[in-house]
C-alpha cells in the first residue's frame, strides 16, 4: 500500500517561506510522476505543481517564480519550496502520485492520481 506523508506546513506571515515535504512509502508507484494540489477554504481541489519522467516542471501562473517542486531520490521524498508566500496561498496542500507504470503529464488534474497524502495545513496571514 502506497503512503504518502505531507509535513511541513504551519501559519506564516505574508512574505515568509515555508518547505513542505512528501514522504512516500510502500507499494508501486512512479516517483517521477507527482504533483502538489490545494484546497482553499470553501474550494476544490487545484492543483499547483507537477513534476513528470523527464524532470519538467511546471506551476500555475499564480505561484511561478515562487514555488519550487523538487525530489529526492534517496529519501523517496517530494518537496514544494514556497517563498514569499501571500494569504491566497492558504489552503491545505496535498502531494499526489501515480500507480507504477502510469503515464503523466505536466498540469494532470487530480482525478488522474491514484494515491494521496492527507494534506498539511498552510495559513498565510496579512
Known amino acids: 500500500q502506497v503512503q504518502l506523508v505531507e509535513s511541513g506546513g504551519g501559519s506564516v506571515q505574508a512574505g515568509g517561506s515555508l518547505r513542505l515535504s512528501c514522504a512516500a512509502s510502500g507499494g508501486r508507484y512512479s516517483s517521477n510522476c507527482m504533483g502538489w494540489f490545494r484546497q482553499a477554504p470553501g474550494e476544490q481541489h487545484a492543483g499547483v505543481a507537477w513534476l513528470i519522467p523527464d524532470g519538467r516542471t511546471t506551476y500555475i501562473d499564480a505561484v511561478k517564480g515562487r514555488f519550487t517542486i523538487s525530489k529526492d531520490n534517496a529519501k523517496n521524498t517530494l518537496y514544494l519550496q514556497m517563498n514569499s508566500l501571500k494569504p491566497e496561498d492558504t489552503g491545505i496542500y496535498y502531494c499526489?502520485?501515480?500507480?507504477?507504470?502510469?503515464?503523466?503529464?505536466?498540469?494532470?488534474?487530480?482525478?488522474?492520481?491514484?494515491?494521496w497524502g492527507r494534506g498539511t495545513q498552510v495559513t498565510v496571514s496579512s
Open positions: 499526489a502520485t501515480v500507480r507504477a507504470g502510469a503515464k503523466c503529464f505536466l498540469g494532470m488534474g487530480d482525478v488522474m492520481y491514484d494515491y
